[in-house]
């Protein structure tokens, strides 16, 4: 099993920019989760997805964030327009509800530098 | 507001002695409760989780404590190794909400050789 996989990894972009993350969840895992991670506030849960459905979006900072998961493999973070206070790590996770066990497993992250 | 707090942020330790992480939490409707361990560039990974109708789940190395009525929870490794040099991450979850997990803010462990 691949994990889960994040893209980009690194991302470099100037303020005012689009920003898009990508995140393909492991088969079979029917919740998927978007996380930011900072100095600050460490790990903070922005959205989560249950069968592709958006669940609980309370963690969303402002309006220029957005997500979608269109199909079961694939979901998007999307950040416009970009700002410096956005600069920050950017992980997916998801999980897999026929398992007793809370685990979410995580993708490496995207580190986001908006200049 | 923080429901869970690791108020550590770092905690250095000689290897083969024992390290311990603390985490507190305000929430009563957590039931469920996880650590993770981060590697720099990597993401966070499971490491050992405890019920909260438990107070003790040990794992080889690793052995997680619960206190209900304290509101705190610990892990401790023993020996210490280098390679458990991380960040550790407290996490809980609250009875009724699915699969959401809070989590701490973590504390980086430096196991010195």
């Known amino acids: 099993d691949a994990g889960v996989i994040q893209s980009p990894r690194h991302e470099v972009t100037e303020m005012g920019q689009e920003v898009t993350l990508r995140c393909k969840p492991i088969s079979g ?87 | 507001d923080q429901q869970v707090k690791q108020n550590s942020p770092s905690l250095s330790v000689q290897e083969g002695r024992i390290s311990i992480l603390n985490c507190d939490y305000t929430n009563s409707m957590f039931d469920y409760f996880l650590w993770y361990k981060k590697y720099p560039a990597e993401g966070p990974t499971f490491l050992i989780s405890i019920s909260s109708i438990k107070d ?35 996490a809980a979850r609250a009875t009724g909400s699915a699969r959401q997990l809070t989590f701490g803010s973590g504390t980086q462990l430096t196991v010195l050789p």
């Open chain 1, 29 to 115: 895992h029917d919740y998927l989760f978007w996380y930011r991670q900072t100095m600050m506030r460490g790990l903070e849960l922005l959205i989560y997805f249950n069968n592709n459905v958006p669940i609980d979006d309370s963690g969303m900072p402002e309006d220029r964030f957005s997500a979608k998961m269109p199909n079961a493999s694939f979901s998007t973070l999307k950040i416009q327009p970009s700002e410096p206070r956005d600069s920050a790590v950017y992980f997916c996770a998801s999980s897999f509800s026929g398992l007793a066990k809370n685990i979410q497993y995580f993708g490496a992250g995207t580190r986001l530098s908006v200049l």
């Open chain 2, 56 to 90: 003790k789940n040990e794992d080889g190395r690793f052995t997680v404590f619960l206190n209900k009525s304290a509101k705190h929870l610990s892990l401790h490794i023993v020996p210490s190794q280098p390679g458990d040099s991380a960040v550790y991450f407290c």
